[in-house]
């Protein structure tokens, strides 16, 4: 088995469940926060993903959308993270 | 020799955000989910990451997979805290399990500011008076007694204000109000007899 077929057929169906399990919380909630931090672990996990496929697809290219992602989900967090305070606070 | 190294960071990393994906789902309460999630995730990623490092080998490619990994570890700490803070102020429960939460009473809920409590105002007008705060620890021999019993008053000049206790207050509790371990007394009285009655309450 070389390291393309490892990649696509045991790493990336282990993320995924991994991504699975994360919308499960999402869609469970049951505060609004729960939610927040699934969607922040999807990103992760979607970066991950990312990740491994630039190595089987030999694109190095895509690590840059790894990044990108990475960032976006920083900001959504940290958005979230004040609209969640604001919403009670002072 | 590089491939297999590289595929064995990958499925260490798989492995982590696996175990992040049970975490979420399994753990009792949003703090330690969030617990679960930031810190295993995060070293998924970055075996992930790292996985690239040694697969690519070139200089450019190089480089931006360890400042994303550099990314991913500044950011998740600060993404987690500022969730875990938000989340405690608008009141996210605890699980039942939880033994002590160490910052009740410690985050002033109008400010959103983290200091112990004090009484700025009533320190205005008496300044020969301090109001303090006492924990009655395990084993103490003031618990299980009652407050008529340990005269605080009377020994000290020592006025209890309050009793925390758990999640609810007694305020301006009676001489019958009997103490227990973990409880938490709001005192005033002079400085250093408020140290004393520190004193006293911790022996055993």
């Given amino acids: ?90 | 020799m590089r491939e297999v190294i590289s595929g064995v960071l990958v499925l260490i990393g798989a492995a982590f955000m696996l175990l992040a994906g049970v975490g979420i789902l399994r753990m009792p309460d949003l703090y330690t989910r969030m617990s679960a999630t930031t810190k295993v995730a995060t070293l998924g990623v970055g075996s992930t990451l790292l996985a690239v490092v040694v697969y690519f080998g070139e200089l450019g490619i190089v480089t931006r997979a360890l400042a994303a990994v550099a990314f991913v570890l500044l950011t998740a700490p600060v993404a987690a805290h500022m969730i875990g803070r938000a989340s405690y102020f608008i009141g996210v429960p605890l699980c039942r399990e939880t033994a002590i939460d160490e910052l009740r009473g410690q985050y002033d809920l109008r400010t959103h500011e983290l200091e112990s409590v004090c009484f700025p105002e009533l320190e205005l007008q008496l300044p020969d008076l301090q109001v303090g705060r006492l924990r009655i620890p395990d084993g103490a021999a003031a618990a299980g007694r009652t407050l008529a019993e340990i005269e605080l008053r009377r020994r000290y000049d020592v006025s209890v204000l309050a009793v925390c206790r758990g999640s609810h207050t007694i305020p301006n509790p009676d001489g019958d109000v009997r103490l227990l371990p973990g409880d938490e007394l709001i005192l005033i009285g002079p400085p250093e007899r408020l140290d004393d009655v520190a004193e006293a309450l911790k022996g055993g």
Avoid: C, H, K, Q
């Avoid at chain 1, 469940?17 to 505060?31: E, I, K, S």
């Avoid at chain 1, 992760?44 to 491994?52: D, L, Q, Y």
């Avoid at chain 1, 790894?66 to 958005?79: K, N, Q, W, Y």
């Fill in chain 1, 1 to 90: 088995m070389n390291l393309t077929d490892l990649i696509l057929w045991v790493a990336m169906p282990v993320m995924s469940l991994a991504l699975v399990l994360a919308f499960v919380r999402l869609a469970r909630g049951p505060t609004l926060s729960d939610r927040v931090i699934a969607l922040d672990l999807t990103g992760t996990v979607g970066m991950g993903m990312i990740a491994a496929y630039a190595i089987a697809r030999d694109l190095p290219v895509l690590l840059d959308v790894a990044i990108v992602l990475a960032l976006l989900s920083f900001l959504g967090t940290v958005a979230f993270a004040r609209y969640l305070e604001r919403r009670v606070g002072p």
